[in-house]
């Protein structure tokens, strides 16, 4: 016998004022989005009437329904007469609990089992196929996140992220820190839109707050999980509740979740490949409410992440052949010469303290430190060769004695990061207030280094009679210890209710920044005679470095302070050259002879030193500070229809690119200033009755001024002091190089149906594009302009859509089954500002040519070959594509106490790159992953 039945609810239930002020002793803050579209255009107009459509569907005459039932009520059977209702969805986006549909913005809200059953799982990715207009990636132990075609392309201390990141309230200022979040979680809330006034710091484009669950006071209780899938999956949960005291209570989870590699080699090396994990964390978290006044709440955490690291797949080659990513065979299947490996230690500890006074005035204290500890080595490969591709093997096979190197990319970097905030709010009936006071300050190493042994030449133009060797790739080795993030702002926000209908909305933040880098950086020339290749035994490009067990130093720890550095061609080594190259290394591995070849000629061999700064170390110092705001109203048209109109602002902070000098000792500037975001935003939301059917429909129409957007190129720049002409750096740079602006429309909402059905929708229409912007071309080196182009990563089109039921049954033991089936949609978009043009240099300014009539660099070195490649190397176009997830599910005991189920993520296997570092010589391409599939058991006590 069928039952149909609704969900539980789906976010936070409905609780007492009591409960709800203490109880949730860590409530959030968001910004809410703003209106008044300025702009009149044709397709603003098509918009508006979209809009207008909308707005009236939702003035008909009916009544809502958003009736939550208690959480610990049973699922009670519907008669197939009686219509269905839609689950009462509360977030936190404006530091309180409401009701989404009492919400002034955009924002949506994920329980931990929605997430499950959405194939979201535990890896802050998969987010992209449940949000529209989100894309997240990663990039070597880094995500980059945009949302609504805001964001950054790089997130480390000169680069600030766009999309803020809040750990159960409270402040992440670097993703890397974020680790495998998604387990034992209450909701997770995805907030669009600029939020600088109640979210601040980096917040231009959003945020995401991932909540986990708290402590219950008075309850023993808890739940296991296990999973076993594709690709040797392997996820293991545990989670107990215990009641301490009357007043005390902790809860303890466990996880752990292994993954072999999806990708395979071209070469036939048996070695685990990129893409492969070994996750490990344990939260311990306390509530204490001794009293009706006061609640403490506390959380601690720990993780270890190892894997095989996740570069990406230089795409080049293949793309000047004429094959795109989703035309080959099998996109996984690359070439590699050595595995790679990653690590990070993540430990962090926050706390959330709050006395209520009386329901006008309280005071809530946040504190939290957080610190990670990353090391990455890239699987060794070779330059410019990535996917096998028909012919590829040729290219692969042309230089079989590079095929023993161990060259790659070394990275590491530690921060440890405090974050205080004193917060004082109340609610008055009509006023609904808050303002307080925002600290941050963060410590920050780093080291990178791209270290091979095959840069070996004939160095008689040096010194005759010598063969010389460099380790100059990627700009040599760069530090920086003891560099500093300080932020402080102040801020006050309110929501007043001017008639019971009416409500005004405002707030503002001043905030202001200061960034201090400490870097040193040396590029290496080794002058060798030639006759102590002989007497050691091998030639040059036989000397090995990198092999396993060879480590970097880590960030901060290295003895010697800065390199002794040669400011001219003809300058002498100092007396600590080939000690300070030595002393970058923490070990060499059991194959290296680098280090026994050095120290055998030690005083022989000439190291010669040469930086990017006249000292071997440099100093910089940012300080900038700014003002957001946002202003508003709110309107019930109904108990059951809102209408709402903002205008807010969102900054990103502005830093430090690296510095340059000239040959006459000139410094090239080295700030870029912060990113400002305008956004006007009106909207509906509404709760209404089709016959027996609810449905939820929310509608947003959005405009963007975007100013002062960063561009990030990764650059190749001849080194300043002279020395090697061969002896290059290349660095990331970043600049305010362009404005836009941005036009969408979301429409988002739910369909109850009978028999346990919801279908969940979300259309967003994006129209990005750049005005008022020259930039220059890293391909051309031209300066060229973009006006009208797409900003990077925004499809025009975005759909999702997600179709659910869930139905109780007796059949023995088994008590209800439910299943998800999830649709994403994204149309076409670009992953670089260039939108797959070409640019030449013509008569009267760079001219536009089709992008196959560029040049690009061809890596003759390893590959022979014309000196240049077809310019269809430099596509970054991505077709448009659909994913599909699903999931099913067994309930069993008389409380739907245990749950078998099954899940496959991206079941059509779509292949798609989420991200691009292209220039002259390289397409970089992060590809997402593969179809996964699995099934998970899970028992609660």
């Not at 989670?239 to 990708?263: H, M, Q």
């Not at 599909?884 to 749950?899: D, H, K, Y």
Request: with cysteine; hydrophobic share 35%; net charge negative.
């Amino acid at each position: 016998m069928f039952k149909s039945s609704r969900q539980r609810p789906t976010a936070i239930p409905s609780a007492s004022a009591k409960h709800a002020f203490i109880g949730r002793a860590v409530i959030e803050r968001a910004s809410i989005e703003r209106a008044s579209i300025e702009r009149a255009s044709i397709r603003h107009d098509l918009l508006a009437a979209a809009l207008a459509c909308a707005c009236a569907s939702f003035a008909l005459p009916v009544a809502a329904q958003e009736q939550a039932e208690p959480a610990s009520a049973p699922a009670q059977a519907q008669p197939a007469a009686e219509a269905a209702t839609l689950d009462t969805v509360q977030v936190t986006g404006n530091r309180r609990v409401q009701s989404i549909q009492k919400y002034a913005g955009t924002i949506q809200s994920f329980t931990g089992t929605q997430l499950d059953k959405l194939g979201v799982n535990t890896d802050i990715r998969n987010l992209s196929a449940v949000v529209p207009a989100l894309q997240i990636t990663k990039q070597e132990g880094k995500y980059e996140m945009y949302l609504r075609g805001i964001g950054a392309s790089d997130s480390d201390f000169s680069s600030d992220p766009a999309v803020a990141t809040y750990y159960n309230g409270i402040y992440l200022p670097r993703p890397r820190s974020i680790g495998p979040m998604f387990f034992d979680v209450e909701r997770v809330e995805v907030n669009k839109g600029p939020q600088g006034t109640v979210r601040g710091r980096n917040a231009a484009a959003g945020s995401i707050n991932v909540i986990p669950n708290q402590p219950e006071l008075g309850a023993f209780n808890g739940n296991v999980k296990m999973g076993l899938g594709n690709y040797d999956f392997r996820q293991y949960e545990a989670v107990v509740n215990v009641p301490l005291t009357e007043t005390l209570a902790t809860r303890i989870a466990l996880f752990n979740e292994k993954r072999d590699s999806y990708i395979e080699n071209g070469y036939p090396y048996d070695y685990e490949g990129p893409g492969a994990f070994d996750n490990t964390a344990v939260r311990a978290s306390f509530l204490w409410q001794p009293t009706d006044q006061f609640s403490a709440y506390v959380m601690l955490d720990k993780v270890k992440e190892k894997g095989t690291g996740d570069p990406g797949m230089f795409t080049e080659r293949a793309l000047a052949a004429g094959y795109d990513i989703k035309d080959l065979d099998d996109p996984f299947r690359q070439y590699f010469r050595r595995p790679g490996y990653t690590s990070n230690d993540i430990e962090g500890a926050a706390g959330t303290f709050t006395y209520r006074f009386s329901d006008a005035v309280s005071v809530e204290f946040n504190t939290s430190y957080r610190a990670y500890d990353f090391y990455n080595k890239n699987a060794s490969r070779e330059w410019q060769l990535g996917p096998v591709y028909p012919g590829s093997d040729a290219d692969a096979y042309h230089a079989p004695n590079r095929l023993p190197w161990y060259d790659t990319f070394y990275q590491a970097d530690k921060s440890s990061s405090r974050v205080n905030e004193l917060r004082f709010f109340g609610d008055t009936g009509r006023l609904i207030w808050s303002a307080g006071l925002f600290n941050y300050g963060e410590k920050y190493d780093f080291v990178s280094w791209d270290v091979g042994n095959g840069y070996w030449g004939d160095c008689d133009w040096y010194r005759p009679g010598t063969i010389c060797g460099w380790q100059n790739g990627l700009g040599g080795e760069n530090r920086g210890d003891g560099s500093e993030v300080e932020s402080n702002a102040i801020y006050a926000d309110l929501s007043f209710a001017a008639t019971d209908k009416l409500r005004l909305i405002g707030g503002i933040r001043y905030t202001r920044d200061k960034k201090t880098s400490k870097d040193t950086n040396a590029q290496y020339q080794f002058v060798v005679p030639e006759e102590l290749f002989a007497d050691f035994g091998v030639v040059p490009s036989d000397l090995v470095i990198g092999s396993p067990g060879f480590r970097l130093k880590a960030p901060g720890d290295r003895s010697f302070g800065a390199p002794s550095v040669c400011s001219n061609s003809g300058c002498t080594p100092g007396p600590n050259s080939v000690d300070y190259f030595l002393d970058g290394v923490a070990s060499w591995g059991a194959n290296d002879t680098w280090d026994d070849f050095l120290r055998a000629y030690r005083d022989q061999i000439e190291v010669r030193i040469t930086s990017d700064f006249p000292e071997g170390r440099n100093k910089d110092v940012y300080k900038n500070s700014f003002v957001d705001w946002r202003a508003g109203v709110e309107y019930d048209i109904t108990d059951d229809t809102m209408f709402y109109a903002t205008v807010s602002t969102g900054t990103r902070s502005g830093g430090l690119n690296k510095s340059l000098f000239l040959d006459d000792g000139t410094k090239l500037s080295t700030t870029f200033k912060p990113e400002k975001l305008t956004s006007y935003e009106v909207g509906l939301k509404s709760d209404m009755n089709w016959g027996e059917v609810p449905v939820r429909m929310n509608a947003a129409l959005f405009y963007y001024d975007y100013k002062d957007k960063v561009l990030q190129n990764m650059i190749d720049v001849p080194n300043p002091n002279g020395g090697n002409p061969n002896a290059t750096k290349r660095l990331v740079y970043n600049d305010n190089a362009a404005n836009a602006e941005l036009l969408g429309l979301e429409l988002e909402g739910k369909f109850g149906f009978a028999h346990g059905i919801d279908l969940g929708y979300n259309f967003t229409y994006l129209d990005a594009k750049f005005k008022d912007s020259t930039i220059l071309d890293t391909r051309s080196f031209l300066f060229v302009p973009i006006d009208g182009n797409r900003l990077p990563f925004t499809s025009k089109y975005n759909v999702n859509l997600s179709l659910s039921q869930v139905v109780d049954v007796e059949w023995g033991g088994i008590r209800s089954f439910d299943w998800t089936v999830n649709l994403a949609y994204r149309s076409k978009y670009y992953l670089t500002a260039y939108n797959s043009q070409g640019w030449a240099a013509g008569p009267n300014g760079p001219v536009r040519v089709p992008l196959e009539q560029m040049a690009f660099s061809n890596n003759r070195d390893a590959f022979g070959g014309p000196e240049f490649l077809s310019g269809n190397a430099m596509r970054d176009d991505v077709d448009g594509f659909t994913t599909v997830n699903v999931s099913a599910g067994l309930n069993f005991g008389q409380e739907e106490s245990m749950r078998v189920d099954a899940f496959v993520s991206n079941l059509t296997d779509e292949v798609y790159s989420g991200k691009g570092f292209i220039n002259n010589s390289v397409n970089i391409r992060y590809l997402n992953t593969p179809r996964m599939y699995g099934v998970r058991f899970s028992a609660k006590f």
